[in-house]
């Protein structure tokens, strides 16, 4: 299974965990390290923490419900060039600083 595209998230800026866009769909691994991590947190209900990967055929609906919808999201595919239908696109551009304690990052800090 080789990736596409990478997405780097963190939890309350912590690093936790890679999503990945591949050929089979997508995969969500938790970081070793984070789980070892007294402060480890999930970085949703419908993602508990495991050591093992989740794998989906569509993006995550958590990390797709971070994306911008309506006015906003008009301004994003505008402003980037993204189309509505690169859900991972759109994630990577526009969750950087997203409302609450997840953000997602295209480059490891």
């Known amino acids: ?20 866009e591949t050929d089979e769909g997508y995969s ?4 070793p390290d984070w789980l070892a991590s007294e402060n480890a ?8 923490l495991s050591d ?7 993006l995550f609906s958590f990390f797709d419900g971070l994306i911008p919808e309506g006015w906003l999201l008009s301004v994003v595919t505008r402003n980037w060039k993204i189309s509505r ?11 950087k600083d997203a409302i609450g ?9």
């Open 41 to 48: 947190s999930p970085v949703s209900l419908t993602l508990p």
């Open 101 to 109: 304690n997840v953000q997602i990052r295209e480059e490891r800090e």
């Open 1 to 20: 299974m080789s990736a596409f595209r990478t997405a780097y998230v963190y939890v309350r800026g912590n690093f936790a965990g890679i999503l990945s």
């Open 28 to 31: 969500f691994a938790y970081d």
């Open 85 to 95: 239908d690169d859900r991972f696109g759109l994630l990577l551009v526009a969750c």
């Open 52 to 58: 093992e990967p989740y794998k989906s055929k569509t």
